[in-house]
């Protein structure tokens, strides 16, 4: 009885349980909060606040220039990987490495007489930035040529039977000043013919060309145009030929 009773007595009610197992897990949780949190890996972020630039009306004699800012807003050094323009004529200057909180920039030149009418020439930029690894740039415009080759500077001369196998070239002056051709010729005299008139005085030539009578098969050349304008002394016409007559025996 004794025994029974003594059990009875030592044995803690339920709720103490309970509220002891409460105290122990919060005390945990305390413990867990107090640990240190590990800090982020420091990392680049490429702030870049414009990304395309329009140059409005330009002419093509002179180079068009532009530096697009980047900044590093992240907590590592950024780095410009690569910058990869779509073409030959756009010439890169740039700042390779920008530290946190830094600011640095990608400065694009266009050659003069790269671009005609209205153009767009993107470059590709490549970075560390781990959220932004590739960004484009973007540069517009409108060139207004001093002269104007229509419809093309390139002149193709294909032989079909019947026809009058010849190509014509417009010259069209947007000078302040009167226009005048004053001197041509061309590296193949031998497979081409010449005819150069003005069409309105002082702003538009005709050049014709056609080929020669007993030229036969493929062809390529140059021809050069001087012309008394400082902006534009010289103009280059291409020509390409495919002249395939029938022989004398032939049908």
């Given at each position: ?197 003005p069409e309105v005085p002082d702003k538009v030539y005709v050049l014709e060309v056609r080929p020669k009578e ?29 002249i395939y007559r029938p022989s004398a025996g032939g049908q």
């Open positions: 009885m004794t025994d029974a009773n003594h059990r009875k007595t030592t044995r803690q009610p339920r709720s103490c349980r309970y509220l002891g197992a409460l105290l122990l897990l919060g005390a945990g949780v305390i413990a867990w909060g107090l640990l240190p949190i590990p800090a982020a890996a420091a990392a680049p972020q490429a702030a870049v606040p414009q990304t395309a630039f329009d140059f409005g009306k330009i002419t093509e004699d002179r180079p068009l220039t532009h530096t697009f800012v980047i900044r590093n807003t992240g907590t590592a050094p950024l780095q410009i990987v690569e910058v990869d323009p779509d073409c030959a004529c756009t010439v890169p200057k740039y700042d390779r490495s920008i530290h946190p909180g830094g600011e640095g920039g990608i400065t694009l030149t266009i050659k003069p007489f790269s671009v005609l009418h209205r153009f767009k020439k993107e470059t590709k930029v490549r970075l560390n930035d781990p959220d932004q690894p590739v960004l484009y740039l973007t540069m517009t415009g409108v060139a207004q040529p001093f002269i104007e080759i229509k419809p093309s500077h390139i002149v193709r001369l294909r032989d079909v039977p019947g026809d009058d196998v010849r190509g014509q070239v417009r010259f069209i002056s947007n000078l302040l000043t009167p226009f005048k051709i004053t001197e041509y010729r061309t590296n193949i005299p031998d497979k081409i013919e010449l005819t150069l008139k007993q030229v036969s098969g493929a062809f390529a050349g140059v021809i050069e145009l001087f012309t008394n304008s400082k902006e534009r002394p010289r103009l280059i016409v291409r020509v390409f030929g495919e």
